[in-house]
Nanobody, 124 residues
Framework: QVQLVESGGGLVQTGWSLSLSCAASGNIRRITVMGWYLQAPGKQRELVAHTSSVGGRTIYADSVKGRFTISRDDAGNTFYLEMKNLKPEDTSVYLC?????????????????WGQGTQVTVSS
C-alpha cells in the first residue's frame, strides 16, 4: 500500500508565505498525478493545484494562480505546494492527492491516495 503524509501547515499572517510537503511512501513504481485540494468546514473538497507527468499539464484554481506553485522533488516521491501572498480566504485544511502505481505481489496496481490533511490558517 501507499501512504501520503503532509507537513508544513500552520498559522501565518496575510501576505506571508508557506510551503506544504507531501511525502509518499510504500512500494511505489511511479507517481503520475499529484494534486493539492482544500476542504473548508461544511464545504466540498476543492482543487487547488494539479499536475500530471503524462503530458506535463498543470492546473491551478483561479484563486491561487500566480501565488501558488506545485512541484515535485527529483526522486519523484515528494511533492510540494509553495504558497505566497497568503490571504485569509486561503484558510483551510489542505490535502494532497496522488495517482500512484505500486507493486503488490507480482502485479503493478494503480490507485488514488489521499493524505490526512494539514491546517493552514491565515490571519488578517
Amino acid at each position: 500500500q501507499v501512504q501520503l503524509v503532509e507537513s508544513g501547515g500552520g498559522l501565518v499572517q496575510t501576505g506571508w508565505s508557506l510551503s506544504l510537503s507531501c511525502a509518499a511512501s510504500g512500494n511505489i513504481r511511479r507517481i503520475t498525478v499529484m494534486g493539492w485540494y482544500l476542504q473548508a468546514p461544511g464545504k466540498q473538497r476543492e482543487l487547488v493545484a494539479h499536475t500530471s507527468s503524462v503530458g506535463g499539464r498543470t492546473i491551478y484554481a483561479d484563486s491561487v494562480k500566480g501565488r501558488f506553485t506545485i512541484s515535485r522533488d527529483d526522486a519523484g516521491n515528494t511533492f510540494y505546494l509553495e504558497m505566497k501572498n497568503l490571504k485569509p480566504e486561503d484558510t483551510s485544511v489542505y490535502l494532497c492527492n496522488a495517482g500512484v502505481t505500486y507493486k503488490t505481489g507480482t502485479e503493478d496496481v494503480f490507485d488514488n491516495f489521499w493524505g490526512q490533511g494539514t491546517q493552514v490558517t491565515v490571519s488578517s
